[in-house]
């Protein structure tokens, strides 16, 4: 399973880390991804990072803001958000899949597992 930490209230322009911790599956074989959902909205993908961690992906409108990262000895993949803005309030889910195409091209329900969420808001 996946679980989610981490979220909460900052200010614009402020910075969050979120963090997803594995258990029960072989992390170091699973390319992982960070998925968010704002209120009313579908569901966005935001990040991506190969099972080595030698490939990153993000949207070209969020990539100078997020980092995606991860530490194969923790089982744990993070979500670095810095300038944070009032839109970018969603909950954001971590998924994990062996196909990391599925992350890049949103395809959030397809994965092998994903969390339960974590909240952040942005306040202006």
């Known amino acids: 399973r996946l679980s989610e930490s981490g979220g909460g209230l900052v200010q614009a322009g402020g910075s969050l880390r979120v963090s997803c911790a594995a258990s029960g599956l072989p992390f170091d074989s699973y390319h992982m991804g960070w998925f968010r959902q704002a209120p009313g909205k579908d569901y966005e993908f935001v990040a991506a990072i190969s099972w080595g961690g030698g490939n990153t992906h993000y949207p070209v409108t969020l990539k100078d803001r997020f980092t995606i990262s991860r530490d194969n000895a923790k089982n744990t993949v993070y979500l670095q958000m810095n300038n944070l803005k009032p839109e970018d309030t969603a909950v954001y889910y971590c998924?994990?899949?062996?196909?990391?195409?599925?992350?890049?091209?949103?395809?959030?329900?397809?994965?092998?597992?994903w969390g339960q969420g974590t909240q952040v808001t942005v306040s202006s």
């Open positions: 998924a994990a899949t062996r196909q990391y195409e599925k992350l890049v091209q949103g395809r959030l329900y397809e994965c092998d597992y």
